[in-house]
């Protein structure tokens, strides 16, 4: 079985898949904290960085509407807090949306919060959409995050599809047997279920431990350094960092 | 030397089961021995003791000359074990990580490293896997990849549990066909129930309820 739902496209060809991960990484980082910093109004700024995001979407060859359809994660949580907004007050008049009266400097921070959001997981999705995961966990270890940090994600991105295949033979092995189950039932099941594949994967872990172990483990993994910073990384910093900066100054 | 010298090995696990009850198991280098058993006859725990994973609890293993209970640094030098399931053996995110494991931990230098993964993969046929996540190979791929893993090592005791065990027909031919190449200039252990895998060997014996039963010889087994 394979199961693709963290890196999917991330080994397609295109000018941003072929560039340094750190390099996409301070671009995502510096990107976020400009349109986290830019004010709504007057909109043209947040408009342009728009602009340059979707341009670079683009460029890297992956599928538009996957990663407008991934992005789309924010809206749950955006969607949690205009639960909130009739009840915010301020200034510049208000609107009527049925019984609820909603101010407008309400309704700016409500689209205030959703366009930065988005335009964040989008960045977000577009990096680990053009980086294999792997790729990515050295670029950050060279970053400089923890040594355990960057183990515990590689492991985990190492077993987490072997387990996700475990849990459906499993249920796979259910269905086989009890095609018609109550809700209450069904719930103990996928209760034991979940205990049992705990169980497998802590047995798991043993043996991989004596399989390091076996191979020289003894504490502390390590890895060779792989990345290279080649031209057009610095070309394309270069020139991204400067883009970003061209709002504030016009 | 000898390869391996095991006396009245007792092994018994924390949940109380008896694993071992007084093997004695000599191994000359350069020979090849299959260790044949029904499940539960203690031949995984045996082979754990090939390296120092197991210290033995009564007995001693001697590896090379060295008893495992003075520091077993050296001898994983030497001893490669290769686990069944090639989901155990294969932890690194990508396959060259993976092959580069033991060799970076033996603290060779990158360029050494490149080369001994490069000559591990190409020993078992993978090259051009190395990018791959082992999640993404197939389950003989897995499984060759997994030997690459101890190769790499250049061990000069090659350890092997249950090598053929769940795989199809054909991918079994070209792994006993590997087996046969990596026999030459190497010490072998193998463990498992395969007739066609102990013919390949030079000696096989019999485990039985943790002890070696009997020795039998591989050529006129079942005939």
């Known amino acids: 079985m394979k199961h693709h739902f963290l890196d999917q496209y991330s080994d397609r060809r295109s000018p941003l898949h072929s560039l340094d991960p750190r390099v996409k990484i301070l671009s995502l980082l510096s990107f976020v904290v400009a349109v986290v910093l830019t004010p709504l109004l007057p909109p043209h700024r947040l408009l342009f960085y728009t602009l340059l995001l979707l341009s670079l979407v683009l460029l890297s060859r992956v599928p538009p509407l996957f990663l407008l359809r991934r992005s789309a994660v924010v809206l749950p949580f955006v969607g949690l807090l205009a639960v909130g907004l009739p009840f915010l007050g301020g200034s510049g008049g208000s609107y009527n949306l049925g019984p609820l009266h909603v101010t407008r400097s309400a309704l700016l921070i409500f689209l205030n919060v959703l366009w930065k959001a988005w335009l964040s997981v989008l960045a977000m999705g577009l990096l680990v959409s053009t980086t294999p995961f792997t790729r990515l966990l050295r670029g950050l270890q060279s970053l400089g995050l923890p040594h355990l940090f960057i183990t515990l994600l590689s492991f985990m991105y190492r077993y987490l599809y072997l387990i996700v295949d475990e849990f459906e033979r499993m249920g796979r092995a259910r269905e086989a047997r009890a ?44 890895v060779m350094r792989e990345l290279r910073m080649e031209g057009t990384d610095l070309l394309f910093l270069s020139l991204f960092l400067p883009l970003l900066l061209l709002p504030v100054v016009i | 030397m000898r390869a391996v010298e095991i006396r009245g090995l007792h092994y018994t696990y924390p949940d109380g089961t008896v694993a071992l009850r007084g093997v004695n198991l000599e191994v000359e280098e350069g020979e090849s021995v299959y260790l044949m058993g029904p499940n539960g006859s203690g031949k995984s725990t045996l082979l754990l003791h090939l390296n120092g994973l197991l210290l033995p609890q009564r007995g001693e293993v001697r590896v090379f000359g060295r008893d495992t209970r003075e520091g077993v640094e050296e001898i994983r030098r030497r001893v490669g074990l290769v686990f069944q399931d090639p989901d155990d053996q294969l932890f690194m995110p990508t396959v060259f990580e993976d092959v580069a494991f033991g060799p970076l931990h033996l603290g060779l230098g990158e360029r050494e490293v490149r080369r001994r993964v490069r000559e591990a993969l190409r020993a078992v046929g993978a090259e051009g896997l190395g990018r791959r996540s082992p999640h993404h190979l197939s389950y003989g791929e897995k499984k060759r990849v997994a030997i690459a893993t101890i190769l790499s090592m250049e061990p000069q005791l090659l350890v092997l549990d249950e090598p053929t065990l769940g795989l199809d027909p054909w991918a079994r031919r070209e792994f006993l066909s590997l087996l046969e190449r990596l026999k030459r200039g190497r010490t072998l252990v193998m463990a498992g129930h395969d007739l066609e895998l102990m013919e390949l060997c030079d000696r096989a014996l019999l485990l039985r309820r943790g002890r070696v039963e009997r020795e039998v010889d591989p050529e006129a087994w079942g005939k």
């Open chain 1, 179 to 222: 095609w018609r189950m109550g809700g209450l039932e069904r719930m103990r099941v996928v209760g034991n279920m979940v205990g049992s594949v705990f169980l497998r994967s802590y047995e798991r872990g043993e043996r991989i431990y004596q399989a390091m172990r076996a191979r020289g483990f003894g504490g502390r993994i390590r």
